[in-house]
Nanobody, 114 residues
């Protein structure tokens, strides 16, 4: 499984940004997909996940601001980020879990300016 993130960049605080992750593979609809992030000096942390059935989970710090979604016809998962804050600045990584194996994208930088 290959994952390619896009959509990162510089965004003003309180603004929106949408990340995309395109996945290879013919069984994308079966994958659990997730977004993680890693800020400088910090461990990589879970941001949000979406199961094959569409169930979602968010870390408390992004609840109500971020939305994860998937389009199985396009083999793509999205992270809609609204009301971004300075503390959302990080490299965001796409993750896929398939048959108990985990795959990562190369990451995309998100920088929030105040």
């Amino acid at each position: 499984v290959q994952l390619v993130e896009s959509g990162g960049g510089l965004v003003q605080a309180a603004g929106p940004l949408r990340l995309s992750c395109a996945a290879s593979g013919r069984t994308f609809s079966r994958y659990t997909m997730g977004w993680f992030r890693q800020a400088p000096g910090n461990l990589r942390e879970l941001v949000a996940t979406i199961s094959s059935g569409g169930n979602t989970h968010y870390v408390d710090s992004v609840k109500g601001r971020f939305t994860i979604s998937r389009d199985n016809a396009k083999n793509t998962v999205y992270l809609q980020m609204n009301s971004v804050k300075a503390e959302d600045t990080a490299v965001y990584y796409c993750n896929a879990e398939a048959a108990r194996r985990y795959y990562w994208g190369q990451g995309t930088q998100v920088t929030v300016s105040s």
